[in-house]
């Protein structure tokens, strides 16, 4: 059924639009919760098997400069706290 209705209404290369938007998936002008946000529904409509380690270095490729050169200057292991670390910077700078 989810195959037939995939078929029907989704264009054929749909898997390909999205793998692409998820390698692309960068901050830019959006805060940092919309593009968390965007990230994890990319990842978890992408049928890609990475590690958590994978998982977040592309997440932190995606961030602002700014805020970029903050995060990867400490040692993060789960997305988790890529992100809250990403809140933080994001704080820090708006002061």
């Known amino acids: 059924m989810k195959q037939l209705l995939r078929q029907l209404f989704l264009p054929i290369n749909y898997d390909q639009i ?28 992408n049928d890609i098997v990475e590690t958590e380690a994978q998982r977040v ?21 789960t997305l988790s706290d890529a992100v809250k670390m990403a809140e933080c910077t994001k704080i820090l700078h708006s002061r």
């Open 18 to 45: 999205l793998f692409q938007q998820y390698q692309n998936c960068h901050q830019r002008n959006r805060a940092v919760r919309d593009y968390t946000e965007e990230f994890h529904r990319l990842s978890s409509h």
């Open 57 to 77: 270095a592309r997440y932190i490729g995606g961030l602002k400069p700014m805020i970029y050169d903050l995060v990867s200057l400490h040692l993060i292991w």
